[in-house]
Structures are given as C-alpha cells and as structure tokens.
C-alpha cells in the first residue's frame, strides 16, 4: 500500500487546522506556546515563525527539552540527517522547524487517509 500524495492536503483548511492543532498541543506538552489565526493561507508561514524561535533557544539552552519534541513528533535521526544534507546551506533550526511542519502535515494526512478506509 503507498502512502497518500500529501500535495493534495495542503490547501484544505480543515486539514490545515488539523494541522496547527497539532503542533500547538505538541509544544504545549513541553511549555511552549503556539497561537494560531485561524488563516490557512499563511498557516506555514504563521507557525514557522512561533516554532523557529522556539527550536533555536531550545537548541542553545535545552537540548534534551528538543530531542524530547522530536520524538513526541516522531522524527527520527535519519530524517534529520537527510533533511541537513539536503538544504544543508540553512541554519539547523529553519531546517528543523520545516521538517517539524511537514511531519505534522504528513501526521494530520495519515490519519484522515486512514479514517476514511
């Protein structure tokens, strides 16, 4: 079985929502604040913009705090690798926090791929 084609997700607000909830309750486990607008045309851009700051400070003063958002997201060490190799001309914590972005995305589109089967 193949996994569902993400790409048609990306506009669906419901998805996008979903999506936000998401990391707004992954944060909150480990005290971090996420707010959401509600506008799924700048949902990206809204969450990069919480969740990067977060990941550098977390990054400077908390290492264990980000290894423990990492697993709660389910990112493994190999995705990580990949993704630093991949766009390794970005700061570690812009690659991070759209590596984060894109595992919740893909997190909310399996569950609604599988809910309707």
């Not at 997700?9 to 005290?31: A, P, T």
């Not at 700048?42 to 969450?47: G, M, N, R, W």
């Not at 389910?74 to 914590?93: H, I, M, T, W, Y």
Request: aromatic letters at 10%; charged letters at 30%; proline letters at 3%.
């Amino acid at each position: 079985m193949s996994l569902p084609d993400i790409s048609k997700y990306i506009n669906r607000l419901d998805i996008i929502r979903q999506v936000s909830e998401q990391v707004i309750k992954d944060f909150e486990m480990f005290g971090l604040e996420i707010k959401f607008s509600g506008n799924a045309y700048s949902a990206y851009e809204e969450l990069f913009e919480q969740v990067c700051p977060h990941l550098e400070k977390l990054l400077h003063f908390n290492q264990s705090k980000f290894l423990g958002i990492l697993y709660r997201i389910d990112l493994s060490e190999e995705q990580v690798q990949k993704a630093v190799r991949e766009n390794s001309s970005e700061p570690f914590p812009v690659i991070m926090t759209d590596l984060i972005l894109r595992r919740e995305l893909q997190k909310v589109v399996l569950r609604e791929h599988y809910k309707g089967l």
